[in-house]
């Protein structure tokens, strides 16, 4: 396997190859991030940040129901672990628990796996669009993928442990390479949640062994909730009392309990973790700024809801006056986003397509974004315009 080192000499190629570019400033440049660059086992993705590795998968991807893992989105809050080998990777299960034990990667193996086909979007999506801006990683609107993930479920290795009436939260450690004084990724679940049948120690992605970027050999899969909550390179399992305090669950991954106005302070005690995805739909096709040929034009994307169903798509072409439904794709999972298509009959003009969805839970997919400090949970009616001429 490739070191860290390895890695970010091939990007800073991959950087000189498209116009010798510095890669420490290629992140800040906006051409460099349209055009795309090649990253070695990538295809095409939108760089957001070079120093950690932080892709976004471009919404034109957003036309098949499971996203190749070369498309996959990529967010990385520090350095991926620089040597990690199956061999030497362990799991240890610990804290409020009757029996703690360390697990090899060949021991999870042979675990009974579950499948949980789910869309993973990072909380931070589209947060280039909030007005006024906020600080973070400037994603566009394609923090958010959809595999399928296997390995075995978190509940059968919590059972094996045996947590103790005291065990509430369940805390996860990842691998990564910490730098300077950043705090390590650790985030914890509730203990309801992490006992869901559907809450995953994953290994495998699209049936085959994790990748490096997403996590490799192993990561909690929490479907339906932001991305933060499913750990890459999962290393230590530890049952707790109360929610793990730290930077990754406050201040980092809360939202404002009240609306806020841009300006005001939050305290981390007037905000809530985020668990659960807003409902949202985003349209992959055709392309904003496109111009068009008058007649059969097909508006597609995706929608997803979290831990609800996404009940129902609509299509407006005449700027929101009125709303037709789009037919849903049949490829469909409990936590997976769905494909949407729309056959508009185009005439010549000047057209902004919209697009929102709505939900099991009877949320729709508001007209405004919903403004916090952080950019979180961006999912405000989405919009493309065209040209018909
Ligand atoms: N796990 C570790 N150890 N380190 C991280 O930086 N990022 C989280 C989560 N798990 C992260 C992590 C965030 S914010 C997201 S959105 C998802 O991983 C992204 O998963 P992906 O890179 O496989 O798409």
């Not at 490739?2 to 800073?12: A, C, P, Y």
């Not at 034009?297 to 072409?317: L, M, N, P, Q, R």
Request: aromatic share 8%.
């Amino acid at each position: 396997m490739n070191s860290r080192r390895d890695f970010l000499k091939q990007m800073s190629g991959a950087a000189l190859a498209i116009g010798a570019r510095s890669p420490v400033m290629a992140w800040a440049d906006p051409l460099l991030q349209e055009q795309g660059i090649e990253i070695p086992g990538e295809d095409r993705m939108i760089v957001r940040s070079f120093r950690f590795v932080d892709l976004e998968t471009p919404v034109e991807y957003f036309n098949i129901w499971l996203t190749p893992v070369n498309h996959f989105f990529v967010r990385n809050h520090m350095h991926e672990p620089g040597e990690l080998s199956a061999d030497d990777w362990r799991l240890t299960v610990s804290g409020e628990v009757e029996k703690q034990f360390t697990l090899t990667l060949a021991e999870v193996s042979r675990l009974e796996t579950h499948t949980v086909v789910n869309t993973l979007e990072c909380a931070g999506n589209g947060r280039s669009l909030h007005r006024p801006q906020v600080p973070g990683i400037q994603w566009g609107k394609g923090a958010v993928s959809t595999a399928r993930f296997s390995g075995p479920r978190l509940r059968d290795v919590l059972q094996r442990a045996g947590v103790k009436a005291s065990g509430k939260h369940v805390m996860f450690r990842g691998l990564d390479e910490v730098p300077g004084k950043v705090p390590p990724f650790i985030r914890s679940i509730p203990i309801e949640k992490a006992l869901d049948s559907d809450t995953l120690i994953a290994t495998h992605m699209n049936g085959a062994p994790l990748t490096r970027h997403h996590g490799f050999p192993a990561r909690a899969l929490v479907p339906g909730w932001i991305g933060a909550a499913s750990c890459k390179w999962l290393t230590e399992i530890k049952i707790l009392e109360s929610e793990f305090v730290g930077n990754f669950m406050s201040p980092g991954y809360r939202f404002p309990n009240q609306p806020v106005t841009p300006g005001d302070a939050v305290k981390p005690e007037d905000a809530h973790v985020l668990t659960g995805l807003n409902v949202k739909s985003v349209i992959s096709g055709p392309s904003d700024g496109g111009t068009l040929k008058s007649g059969r034009v097909v508006v597609h994307g995706a929608a997803w809801a979290g831990e609800a169903d996404v009940v129902k798509v609509e299509i407006s072409t005449d700027g929101g006056a009125t709303w037709t439904p789009a037919k849903l794709g049949h490829e469909q999972a409990h936590y997976a986003w769905r494909l949407w298509s729309y056959e508009w009959k185009a005439k010549g003009g000047d057209y902004t397509i919209l697009t929102r969805a709505t939900d099991s839970q009877g949320r729709t997919q508001p007209d405004a974004p919903v403004w916090n400090p952080s950019g979180y949970l961006y999912n405000a009616v989405d919009q493309v315009k065209v040209h018909v001429g």
